[in-house]
C-alpha cells in the first residue's frame, strides 16, 4: 500500500495547512519552543521544522538560498495559518464531524483504499494516524471557510466585470492584418538571367497579361500548377521586404520584383483581410480561468495583510530574520488649516 499523497490540493488552491498548524495554548500545556505569537496563537519550532521538512520533501533542494527560502516561506504559511484560524474563531466557523468523514471516504476513493485497514496502513506510510488526519482536515476545511467567505465571494467574476478586463486588454486578443496572396518565383541562376526574367515576368503583368498565365510561363515556385497561389498569410509572417510591400497594395495589387535569398518574387494580392479582435465570447472562458486564479491570490494576499496589521504578532529573535511583517497602510497627512494672517489678508 503506498502512502497518502499530501491533503492540501483537495481542499484549497492555495497552500494553507500541513501536517500541523498552529494553535492555541492551553493552560499548564507543555510545550516547545514558542517563535511566535499571533493573537491567540502561536507558532512553535517543531511545528517550523515539521513544514520544512515537508516542504523538502515534495521538493528536495540542497541550495543555500533555496533552503532559506524554503524556511521563510513555511514560517509565513504558519503565521497565515494562524490568524486564518484565530479569524475562525471570531466569525465562528466550525468543520461537522460528518464533513470531515465525506473528507475521508473522498480520500479513500481517489486512493483507491476499500478497507479500514488498508487506509490505516496508507496513513502510517505518510506518518499520519486517523485521528491526526482528522485533526489536519478540520483545520484545513475551517480555513476553507474563512477564505471562501472572507476572500473567494469578493472575486468578482460576473460577465460585465469579465467584459471590462476584456475591453481593458483588447490588444491581447488582437488577430492581425491578412492576405490571400499569389506568386511568380524565378529562381536564382547565378548567371544574371534571373533579373531579367524577373523584368520580362514583371513588364507582362503590368501590361494587362492575366497574372495566371505570367505564373506559367515564367514561375519556379512550388505553386505554380496552381497558378501562383500561396494562400492566406498573417502580416509577420513574410520576409520583410515582401511583407512590407505586399502590406501597402490595395486588392488586385502586384509588386515590383523583390530580390531575396530564393530568387525574384512578384506578388499580387487577391485577397486582404483587416485587423480583427478574437469575441468576447470566444475568450471568455480563457479569461475566467486566469482571473479565477490571480484576482483570488490577489485578494487572499491584502487580505493576509489586513489580517497581520490588524493582530498582535511577537516574533522572537530566532525567528525574525525569517517573518517580514506587513507594510503599513500609508495615513494620507490632514490638510493643515490656512493661517490667521491668511485669512485677514484674503479678508
Excluded at 147 to 165: F, H, P, Y
Excluded at 203 to 210: C, I, P, Q, W, Y
Excluded at 275 to 282: I, L, Q, W
Aim: proline share 6%.
Amino acid at each position: 500500500m503506498r502512502p497518502l499523497p499530501r491533503l492540501c490540493p483537495l481542499v484549497l488552491p492555495v497552500t494553507l495547512l500541513a501536517l500541523s498548524g498552529a494553535r492555541s495554548v492551553a493552560a499548564g500545556e507543555v510545550i516547545d519552543e514558542i517563535l511566535i505569537h499571533a493573537n491567540s496563537r502561536v507558532v512553535t519550532k517543531s511545528m517550523w521544522d515539521s513544514r520544512v521538512e515537508q516542504t523538502l520533501k515534495d521538493t528536495p533542494t540542497a541550495d543555500p538560498a533555496k533552503l532559506e527560502a524554503i524556511r521563510k516561506g513555511a514560517l509565513e504559511e504558519l503565521v497565515n495559518e494562524a490568524l486564518l484560524e484565530d479569524r475562525a474563531r471570531d466569525l465562528d466557523l466550525v468543520t461537522t464531524d460528518s464533513e470531515i468523514e465525506e473528507q475521508i471516504k473522498r480520500l479513500k476513493e481517489q486512493n483507491n483504499v476499500s478497507t479500514d485497514a488498508d487506509f490505516g496502513r496508507a496513513l502510517a506510510a505518510s506518518g499520519l494516524t486517523i485521528d491526526r488526519l482528522r485533526d489536519q482536515l478540520r483545520r484545513t476545511l475551517t480555513l476553507q471557510r474563512v477564505v471562501g467567505r472572507e476572500v473567494q465571494s469578493k472575486v468578482d467574476l460576473t460577465d460585465d466585470a469579465l467584459r471590462a478586463i476584456y475591453e481593458r486588454e483588447k490588444e491581447t486578443w488582437r488577430v492581425p492584418e491578412k492576405a490571400h496572396l499569389a506568386e511568380i518565383l524565378i529562381s536564382p541562376d547565378g548567371g544574371g538571367t534571373d533579373e531579367r526574367r524577373a523584368k520580362e515576368a514583371s513588364d507582362l503583368v503590368k501590361k494587362g497579361t492575366k497574372f495566371e498565365a505570367v505564373v506559367a510561363q515564367y514561375s519556379d515556385g512550388a505553386t505554380k500548377d496552381r497558378g501562383g497561389d500561396l494562400g492566406i498569410v498573417t502580416r509577420g509572417d513574410l520576409a520583410p521586404e515582401i511583407d512590407k510591400a505586399v502590406f501597402s497594395l490595395p486588392v488586385g495589387g502586384v509588386t515590383d520584383p523583390i530580390p531575396t535569398r530564393f530568387g525574384w518574387h512578384i506578388v499580387k494580392v487577391l485577397e486582404k483581410i483587416p485587423v480583427t479582435y478574437k469575441p468576447f465570447s470566444e475568450v471568455k472562458a480563457d479569461l475566467l480561468k486566469r482571473e479565477q486564479e490571480t484576482q483570488f491570490q490577489k485578494k487572499l494576499a491584502e487580505y493576509l495583510d489586513k489580517l497581520k496589521t490588524d493582530a498582535v504578532i511577537k516574533v522572537s529573535a530566532e525567528a525574525a530574520p525569517y517573518y517580514t511583517p506587513p507594510v503599513p497602510l500609508a495615513v494620507p497627512s490632514p490638510t493643515p488649516a490656512p493661517s490667521a494672517e491668511k485669512k485677514t489678508k484674503n479678508g
